[in-house]
């Protein structure tokens, strides 16, 4: 085998490495540690019918690992600005059969509100903690449905990110001056 290998370029040798282990390289030759997390869940996963859902699933799975974060970031922020939501589970009913059960990484956003129910309408806090950043981690929860902007001091190009949301069913960004 060695001296098969020997003549591969040094990029290919990576890539036989990194199949093998189970991992997938992206265009840009790194690792992505969220496909090869689930590769070895799949490959590790003794129930044919779990297995086949998991494969069959890949996708969604790899959709739901990534807005994690982005949920993740939104309710610590929302926690500590004393803001309300609402968490709701979307597991695919494939999954939730073959495993008997929801599974917390489907848990997603469907309302948000930044206010803050001291500060009255008008409020305005001495610290805003919802940041650009903020918003953009909001702009990437596709479920949501529904957010209320108040006690916030954001600005039309921090809510760009939100704007693009296809799902919500209601806004309220009420004049606060």
Known sequence: MFLQLRFLSFTSVLTLVALSAGAVLSASGAVDPQQAELD????STKDPAQKSVLQAHSAVILAACTKKAHIGAVVAT???ASGTYEIVNTTP?????????DVSLFDTLKFVNLSNTTLGIKGKRTEDPFDHAFYEHLGEISDLESFTIL?????????????????RIS???????
């Open 40 to 43: 070895a869940l799949i490959a």
């Open 78 to 80: 929302l926690v500590k």
């Open 93 to 101: 009913d494939a999954i939730k059969q073959a495993f008997g059960r």
């Open 151 to 167: 006690n916030t001091t954001a600005h039309n190009e921090d809510l760009i990110p939100v704007a693009k949301l296809k799902n």
């Open 171 to 177: 806004q309220g960004v009420p004049e606060q001056s």
